[in-house]
Structure formats: structure tokens, C-alpha cells
């Protein structure tokens, strides 16, 4: 069993940087795949970033590469998006997830939430 809280959104400029973070509890963490996904109001859930288990493999959604960088602390149980040079599409509610499985841009093979944290981008 994961439990996951998401902290750090908030309202932020254009071209600002936030950084999410996701609190992991249980003792599987370390063998989870971890990602981020985004939902803005009236459209579908969008894969945002995804990280291995071992830290060392890194996928990111086409709309934030180069953007958005995706990392995690085992010692603290804790995954991270850093997100730079915000754009006010980058507005949404953004959510931590878990999966053992390979297939990790999608959201049906993520076992594990948190409750999501909102990140406004004003211009």
C-alpha cells in the first residue's frame, strides 16, 4: 500500500517556476514507478512525467519537455516536478501517482493517488 500527498501548487506568473512536491508513505516506494499527471477544467486527465523505480530513467508528456523535471529522494520517500518557464496552459490540478507497471504514461495502470494540487498560471 502507497499513500501519496501532493504539496507546493499554487498561483503563479507566466514564466515562473514552482516546484510539486509528493510525499510517498509506505514500504514499496523504492519499487514504484512514479508519475505526474494534470487535469485542467473540462478536458481529460494528460500525462505530465513519469520516473523509474531506480531513479535513472526519466519520461516527460510532449507539452512540458524541456520545461518540467521530474526526480525523487528515496531517503525521503518524496518524488518532485520542478516546473520552469511556466505558460498559463500549464494551469490545472496536478496528481501523484504509483505503478509497478511499464506502461507508465497511462493513468489506468497507476495504482496508487494522491488528492491532486492546483497550479493557476495568471498572465
Known amino acids: 500500500q502507497v499513500q501519496l500527498v501532493e504539496s507546493g501548487g499554487r498561483l503563479m506568473q507566466v514564466g515562473g517556476s514552482v516546484r510539486l512536491s509528493c510525499a510517498a508513505s509506505?514500504?514499496?516506494?523504492?519499487?514504484?514507478?512514479m508519475g505526474w499527471f494534470r487535469q485542467a477544467p473540462r478536458r481529460e486527465l494528460e500525462f505530465v512525467a513519469a520516473?523509474?523505480?531506480?531513479?535513472?530513467?526519466?519520461y516527460y508528456g510532449d507539452s512540458v519537455k524541456g520545461r518540467f523535471t521530474i526526480s525523487r529522494d528515496s531517503t525521503n520517500d518524496t518524488v518532485y516536478l520542478q516546473m520552469d518557464s511556466l505558460k498559463p496552459e500549464d494551469t490545472a490540478v496536478y496528481y501523484c501517482?504509483?505503478?509497478?507497471?511499464?506502461?507508465?504514461?497511462?493513468?489506468?495502470?497507476?495504482?496508487?493517488w494522491g488528492q491532486g494540487t492546483q497550479v493557476t498560471v495568471s498572465s
Open positions: 509506505g514500504r514499496t516506494f523504492s519499487s514504484h514507478v
Open positions: 520516473i523509474s523505480a531506480s531513479g535513472v530513467s526519466r
Open positions: 501517482a504509483a505503478t509497478r507497471s511499464p506502461y507508465l504514461k497511462s493513468e489506468g495502470k497507476y495504482d496508487y
